[in-house]
């Protein structure tokens, strides 16, 4: 089973459904890297994971909050699903100073756009999502880091 996969996606709508698709294999304590230039779709593929989920509220990009929680029930066990977006960081030290790595829990899953931005005091990723501008639409590249995000692409695979 491959855990690296590589889809082309048409316009926004094949974003929504790659990320609602992909929220059916998210498990608690996952962490998500979304990697990709301003634009690429990176909220928008959080917006089609929480809508895959049940979310029915506003999906916004944290980019000046910095992070959006969202309380949600994946496998009737309640999990925080947090959206971070890192863009505005200068440099690692606001990383450390931000409390944000008790976000990065057993019982959570982290979604982290700019995760460079912390350089490496972030968790890290169990899989990483790169998503590329092409033509009209855009590539996505998901890669399993861990055994668990290993398990989560299988499972995608699979459905």
Partial sequence: MAHDITLNLNDEQA??????????????????YLHGDLGAGKTTFVRGVLGGLGFMGRV?????????????SINNIN????????????????WDSSGFRDYFNPSSVCL??????????????????YLTLSGEGRSARL???TSVGKKCLEHYQNS
Wanted: net charge negative; aromatic share 12%; glycine share 6%.
């Fill in 15 to 32: 974003t929504l459904k790659l990320g609602a698709d992909f929220s059916s294999t998210l498990l608690a304590g996952v962490t998500v």
């Fill in 60 to 72: 916004k990009s944290p980019t000046y909050t910095l992070v959006e929680p969202y309380h949600i």
């Fill in 79 to 94: 999990t925080m699903i947090y959206h971070f977006d890192l863009y505005r960081f200068i440099d690692e030290d606001e």
């Fill in 112 to 129: 982290v756009e700019w995760s460079d931005k912390a350089g490496s005091l972030i968790p890290q990723a169990d899989i990483d999502l």
């Fill in 143 to 145: 890669i399993g880091n």
